[in-house]
T-cell receptor
């Protein structure tokens, strides 16, 4: 069955601390995509990154980095030197190419609420 | 480029009433999704359209929910009659049509927050 687990419900850090958000997924597909979205208090989901199942290279974008490990079915997200503006709910999501013939549907985790205090 | 537009932003109704939400996707995006996000949870897909055809509505409670995308552009989601458990944020998203299907980046609208009393 397809499933995304974000075990951390809430995380609170002080500004400039590094923080890692965990994501573990389950899928039977060999071809799939993983995503991270940010949902600030305004409510709109903002795309952060997409990674396909054949590309295990880690990625860095400014203060954000992602660690994809197929061996442990994890796709973790690290924010370096966190800032107050990083406060939001972060969702990890899975998209499979062969699920029920419906391609592109996102299966979301429950999200991790990150609070960055000044 | 204009983003995904949704209206209304907020709606409060009593149970057993009906309600409709509207979504206008990003211009040129063939695929449109409606998600339901209950407080404290991740969004859950209700229905996916490709142009004006339904691709997946397996999680849509069809006894009370309906959706249409008549001209392959904007879409309406309706609930009739509403129940207390329908209180949630309803998110619309759109993506470009690509051959592979999966992996398309979805762009989300601001959502409609529904409260059923």
């Amino acid at each position: 069955a397809q499933k995304v687990t974000q075990a951390q419900t809430e995380i609170s850090v002080v500004e400039k601390e590094d923080v890692t958000l965990d994501c573990v997924y389950e899928t039977r597909d060999t071809t799939y995509y993983l995503f991270w979205y940010k949902q600030p208090p305004s409510g709109e989901l903002v795309f952060l990154i997409r990674r396909n199942s054949f590309d295990e290279q880690n990625e860095i974008s400014g203060r954000y980095s992602w660690n994809f490990q197929k061996s442990t079915s994890s796709f973790n997200f690290t924010i370096t030197a966190s800032q107050v503006v990083d406060s939001a709910v972060y969702f990890c999501a899975l998209s499979e190419s062969n699920y029920g013939g419906s391609q592109g549907n996102l299966i979301f985790g429950k999200g991790t609420k990150l609070s960055v205090k000044p | 480029e204009a983003g995904v537009a949704q209206s209304p932003r907020y709606k409060i109704i009593e149970k057993r009433q009906s309600v409709a939400f509207w979504c206008n996707p990003i211009s040129g995006h063939a695929t449109l999704y409606w998600y339901q996000q209950i407080l404290g949870q991740g969004p859950k897909l209700l229905i996916q359209f490709q142009n004006n055809g339904v691709v997946d509505d397996s999680q849509l409670p069809k006894d009370r929910f309906s959706a249409e995308r008549l001209k392959g552009v904007d879409s309406t989601l309706k609930i009739q009659p509403a129940k207390l458990e329908d209180s949630a944020v309803y998110l619309c998203a759109s993506s470009q049509l690509r051959l592979a299907g999966a992996g398309n980046e979805q762009f989300f609208g601001p959502g409609t927050r529904l409260t059923v009393l």
